[in-house]
């Protein structure tokens, strides 16, 4: 935007709320001549319109698909199915295609009204609805896991370059471009609202977030945020904007400036970026450093630096070819690897706070100073150029702990159910959802979707059946029905079994819980603990046979759980027709 029309601008903020005409014509004359919306924010508990006409006409598919499946079903008794699909990184997003896939074999994917998905789950779905008929046709996406060739270094570079330049440039773009390019090998450059006017082949699709403030400091109403091709907006909250202008500069209520809608890259760095929340660290902390009571503030800001540096040079690597370029990269690894990992216990032990933050800081400078020289070390040419750049972006955002930062729709609205977290930031943090639930029950509970089944593929790493208790104790505090959870079921934590059923009563969703290691595959609970640990969330990228495993054992768990899958569809349909016979909406 031209500098005398953003001092305008300020001026207009500063005096407050000057009368909607002059705040019209300023925005009349911004740049792109933005034709401003009457009421661009929604405040709904029900379905949007565009949502809406969708699953009418997915019905009509899953209709066709119980059908097939000689499960009775009339047009106004279609049942209301969602996969939802957990976080776990790599390993949920692998699981997820592996799950689809084995649906899709035994004629069950179009039983689905809607997929949703957080963190790993929302990688492997944004790649999926790349193709508007993969339901159709999931052999080309399990080929697409093991064929596809690498994005090159240079590609996701370029696109960094751009996104550099604007004005919500976060860590996340970074995690985003390099995820994409070098774990899904893809770089999707399409929008997500391009898919809002396509026909009803795939489940409707729900991406869901949480936002970082209200998440540090407000309460649960302005934790949860969903995306969908239609709209965006918190949940429970009940406030919504088309997708299109998730970004864009809002106040009081009103579009002030449309920008640019985020492509999937960046959506994908946003949803998959569970190292954002500085707690997760705590799942990095080196042995020297895992000092009962050390962990403070100081320690973070070392373990900040260190894990991005990590993470980028394994995610680059993927995107390298150039056996040169690998040993170098294969050096800088081996040399910050060396720096972090030597046994300074009892100096940490020793120090004052005070010193140890000179400490820490000190260390910090040490890894930085160590990427500088190694990237001036190499040869001149087109990889030290690409990996300059990069490093040049990300040591200032890791300094500032940037993420997931886009523009606040409900900046100054006057509405008196938004926080005060929302209200006064004229930016929304939008983050990893698996750091409150690590599937998306809350955009799936209550009457606004008004689900009768869920079925629900467990990829998390952390304690079995947490997602569900986590899920029932939301879903009391926002007083939305959630089907009993046997105690006795949690006894299975150390090693699941690989399906359970939690039956819903009248308003209650019913449930299929199904582990991906469980006691089908794994003999006893040490080899469950030794496959969750050989498969952690926390790791560089799979090799091509750690994906063949997972998909194989994702796909083996829907095969041998399709009896139980049948029977639960069915209920469903009985039950809906129950409801529609009762004169339930």
């Known amino acids: 935007m ?3 029309l953003t001092g305008f601008m300020n001026a207009v903020v500063c005096l407050c709320f ?3 005409v002059i705040l019209s014509q300023a925005a009349d004359n911004m740049e792109g001549n933005v034709a401003l919306s009457e009421r661009p924010i929604r ?4 379905l949007c319109a565009g949502e809406k006409e969708y699953v009418h006409k997915r019905k009509q598919i899953v209709l066709h698909s119980l059908n097939t499946l000689e499960i009775n079903c009339t047009a106004d008794s279609v049942p209301h199915i969602a996969l939802l699909a957990s976080g776990g990184g790599q390993r949920a997003a692998v699981g997820l295609v592996g799950s689809l896939h084995q649906m899709e074999k035994e004629g069950l994917l179009d039983t689905l009204l809607y997929l949703g998905g957080v963190s790993g789950s929302t990688w492997s779905m944004a790649s999926l609805y790349n193709d508007s008929q993969f339901s159709t046709n999931m052999d080309a996406a399990v080929s697409r896991l093991f064929d596809s060739p690498s994005v090159k270094l240079e590609q996701a570079v370029d696109w960094l370059g751009e996104r550099a330049k604007e004005e919500h440039f976060s860590l996340a773009d970074i995690w985003g471009v390099l995820t994409s390019a070098g774990i899904m090998k893809q770089m999707d450059l399409r929008c997500l609202s391009d898919e809002a006017n396509r026909n009803a082949t795939n489940p409707y699709p729900i991406y869901c977030a949480i936002e970082k403030h209200c998440f540090t400091q407000g309460p649960i109403e302005g934790k949860w945020f969903e995306i969908s091709p239609h709209e965006a907006g918190f949940t429970e909250l009940g406030l919504f904007i088309e997708t299109s202008l998730l970004g864009s500069k809002f106040q009081n209520g ?11 890259v960046k959506l994908q760095g946003i949803l998959g970026c569970a190292i954002s929340n500085e707690e997760t660290l705590r799942d990095f902390v080196p042995q020297w450093l895992n000092v009962s009571g050390h962990l403070d503030s100081a320690a973070k800001e070392y373990l900040r630096v260190w894990i991005i540096l990590d993470k980028v040079i394994a995610l680059t690597r993927i995107t ?3 056996t040169t370029a690998l040993m170098y990269l294969d050096k800088l690894q081996k040399i910050l690897e060396d720096k972090v990992n030597h046994s300074k216990t009892e100096s ?3 120090e004052s706070m005070e010193e140890r933050k000179t400490l820490f800081n000190q260390w910090s400078q040490e890894l930085l100073a160590a990427v500088e020289t190694w990237s001036q070390s190499l ?5 030290k150029t690409d990996v300059s750049f990069l490093i040049n972006q990300v040591i200032p955002l890791i300094a500032e702990w940037k993420w997931g930062t886009t523009g606040n729709f409900l900046y100054r609205y006057q509405e008196s159910s938004v926080p005060a977290c929302l209200y006064s930031n004229e930016r929304l943090q939008l983050i990893d959802a698996g750091l409150v639930i690590n599937v998306p029950y809350p955009s799936f509970l209550g009457d606004k979707r008004d689900i009768d089944l869920i079925i629900a593929p467990e990829y998390s790493a952390g304690n079995m059946f947490e997602t569900l208790t986590l899920a029932r104790d939301y879903a009391a505090e926002m007083e939305k029905p959630f089907p009993e ?3 006795t079921i949690l006894e299975d934590r150390d090693w699941p079994k690989d399906c359970y059923v939690l039956e819903g009563k009248e308003k209650e969703p019913t449930i299929i819980y199904m582990p991906l290691f469980n006691r089908r595959n794994c003999k006893d609970a040490e080899e469950f603990k030794a496959k969750m640990d050989e498969f952690s969330t926390f790791q560089r990228p799979f090799s091509q046979e750690k994906i063949k495993f997972v998909l194989e054992t994702a796909k083996e768990n829907v095969k041998n759980n399709k009896e139980t899958l049948l029977k639960e569809i069915n209920k469903a349909a009985l039950r809906r027709h129950n409801k529609w016979k009762a004169g339930e909406p």
């Not at 405040?43 to 029900?46: A, F, G, I, T, V």
């Not at 040869?379 to 990889?383: L, V």
């Open 320 to 322: 390298v070819k150039d």
């Open 18 to 20: 000057v009368n909607s």
């Open 2 to 4: 031209q500098t005398g």
């Open 254 to 264: 009103t579009l002030l400036e449309k920008k640019k809608e985020m492509d999937m």
């Open 485 to 487: 959870i046997n105690d």
């Open 348 to 350: 940490v032990e020793a």
């Open 379 to 383: 040869d001149d040419g087109a990889f």
């Open 43 to 46: 405040q709904s508990h029900s």
